[in-house]
């Protein structure tokens, strides 16, 4: 298991940058810690990051939670997780009426940290009219078609793709990403290409260009420069891109340092995907619960389950039914939907081209999840900014 970066750190980062963004983030839960001493600050992220790693571990590892059954202290133990038994128990005693006030904190700093709604709202101040208008439309569409998981669509309005296609082949895949092709290398023309990008985007949609991520079909970590990406978006929009990788223990040191850096710029929220309980094992072993406090685990793996908090129980983790998953899930409950969550330009700047899109129900003539109504290769910014400027017109008008 690897050390805390420096003996001064709070989990990544060190206490004033901690409470700075905590302070930014701005919830009862977060403000409240703000007042803690450091010494209190580290216990309260200790303790905290100890409980979500319970969480997610109850939630990815089935035979944990079978032993929780029959020896919860031994099971704790064993797995080396740091909780007092008095604090999660009411998980499998079914005991709503006794939930600790530790696990009652902890569902509620959760829930300040949810980042989506935050990005949908980002999103919703495009300085453009007519793009404004035509996402609103689309959120009724997607209302409608979608009632069950329409409010967990965030309609950003841009994406890039850093590279072409993902080396991770999950079987899950709800966007059938295709297998790796290439990068776009952080070279000294593509990085002039790529700040000059981000500047024609801001200046067509305002603040709500900074509610972008960088990955769509791909995975961040297989792009070597993905890093230098993130800085810049950061840089022109002001806000670090959130990161989702499946790779968390391909290269340790590099997604340590690039969790760090995103927190040190006020990231709010990072995640992993978590193909199996092994997985999941390797990552506890290559990072410490207070270096994962503010990454969320994304289980994937068919034997998940998700907790619903009042009354307690666990239920099998559903799969939404597009992509790869599309028509094939069977032993898991299955949503009708979408995970994509772009109404806007999707940019590959491997292949320089740009789609327009918008999330619809996956279906076999659309299984990916999402209507292209336009696409048109650029070949500069001047090119991009033109192509968005007839796609709106002829699209959103
Ligand atoms: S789910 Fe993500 S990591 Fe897995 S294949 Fe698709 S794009 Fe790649």
């Known amino acids: 298991m690897s050390a805390s970066l420096f003996s001064s750190n709070i989990g990544l980062i060190d206490a004033v940058s901690l409470r700075q963004n905590l302070k930014q983030w701005a919830g009862t839960q977060t403000?409240?810690?703000?007042?803690?001493?450091?010494?209190?600050?580290?216990?309260?992220?200790?303790?905290?990051?100890?409980?979500?790693?319970?969480?997610?571990?109850?939630?990815?590892?089935?035979?944990?939670?079978?032993?929780?059954?029959?020896?919860?202290?031994?099971?704790?133990?064993?797995?080396?997780?740091?909780?007092?038994?008095?604090?999660v128990e009411s998980l499998w005693t079914h005991q709503s009426g006794t939930i600790s006030e530790t696990l009652q904190h902890f569902f509620a700093f959760g829930q300040e940290r949810l980042h989506w709604s935050e990005l949908r709202s980002i999103s919703a101040q495009s300085s453009h009219a007519k793009y404004r208008a035509w996402r609103s439309r689309r959120i009724e569409r997607t209302q409608c078609e979608m009632p069950a998981i329409a409010a967990n669509l965030a309609h950003v309005p841009v994406c890039f793709e850093l590279s072409q296609g993902c080396s991770v082949g999950c079987s899950f895949c709800a966007i059938s990403a295709s297998s790796l092709q290439n990068n776009f290398y952080y070279t000294p023309e593509n990085a002039k290409l790529w700040r000059s990008m981000l500047q024609v985007l801001q200046d067509l949609l305002g603040t709500?260009?900074?509610?972008?991520?960088?990955?769509?079909?791909?995975?961040?970590?297989?792009?070597?420069?993905?890093?230098?990406?993130?800085?810049?978006?950061?840089?022109?929009?002001?806000?670090?891109?959130?990161?989702?990788?499946?790779?968390?223990?391909?290269?340790?040191?590099?997604?340590?340092?690039?969790?760090?850096?995103?927190?040190?710029?006020?990231?709010?929220?990072?995640?992993?995907?978590?193909?199996?309980?092994?997985?999941?094992?390797?990552?506890?072993?290559?990072?410490?619960?207070?270096?994962?406090?503010?990454?969320?685990?994304?289980?994937?793996?068919?034997?998940?389950?998700?907790?619903?908090?009042?009354?307690?129980?666990?239920?099998?983790?559903?799969?939404?039914?597009?992509?790869?998953?599309?028509?094939?899930?069977?032993?898991?409950?299955?949503?009708?939907?979408?995970?994509?969550?772009?109404?806007?330009?999707?940019?590959?700047?491997?292949?320089?081209?740009?789609?327009?899109?918008?999330?619809?129900?996956?279906?076999?003539?659309?299984?990916?999840?999402?209507?292209?109504?336009?696409?048109?290769?650029f070949t500069d910014s001047a090119s991009l900014r033109s192509i968005c400027d007839r796609m709106i017109?002829?699209?959103m008008s």
């Open 31 to 87: 403000q409240s810690w703000c007042d803690l001493s450091d010494a209190a600050l580290q216990q309260r992220l200790s303790t905290t990051s100890h409980l979500k790693r319970f969480l997610e571990k109850y939630c990815v590892d089935r035979s944990f939670r079978e032993a929780l059954q029959s020896n919860p202290g031994e099971a704790i133990q064993q797995a080396g997780l740091a909780v007092a038994i008095q604090d």
């Open 208 to 377: 709500a260009a900074s509610a972008g991520f960088c990955y769509w079909a791909t995975d961040p970590l297989d792009n070597p420069d993905y890093e230098q990406f993130a800085a810049e978006f950061h840089d022109v929009l002001g806000i670090f891109p959130q990161t989702t990788t499946a790779q968390p223990t391909k290269y340790p040191e590099r997604l340590r340092s690039l969790l760090k850096h995103s927190l040190e710029k006020g990231c709010k929220l990072n995640r992993l995907s978590i193909l199996s309980a092994k997985t999941l094992d390797r990552v506890y072993k290559e990072f410490t619960a207070e270096e994962l406090a503010f990454v969320g685990i994304v289980p994937q793996n068919p034997e998940a389950v998700v907790i619903t908090q009042f009354p307690f129980k666990a239920e099998l983790a559903p799969k939404i039914n597009a992509g790869r998953t599309f028509g094939t899930v069977r032993k898991q409950p299955v949503i009708d939907g979408t995970i994509a969550c772009v109404s806007g330009f999707l940019i590959n700047l491997v292949t320089r081209s740009i789609q327009l899109i918008s999330p619809c129900k996956a279906t076999p003539e659309v299984p990916r999840g999402y209507i292209v109504y336009d696409e048109e290769t």
């Open 393 to 395: 017109d002829q699209h």
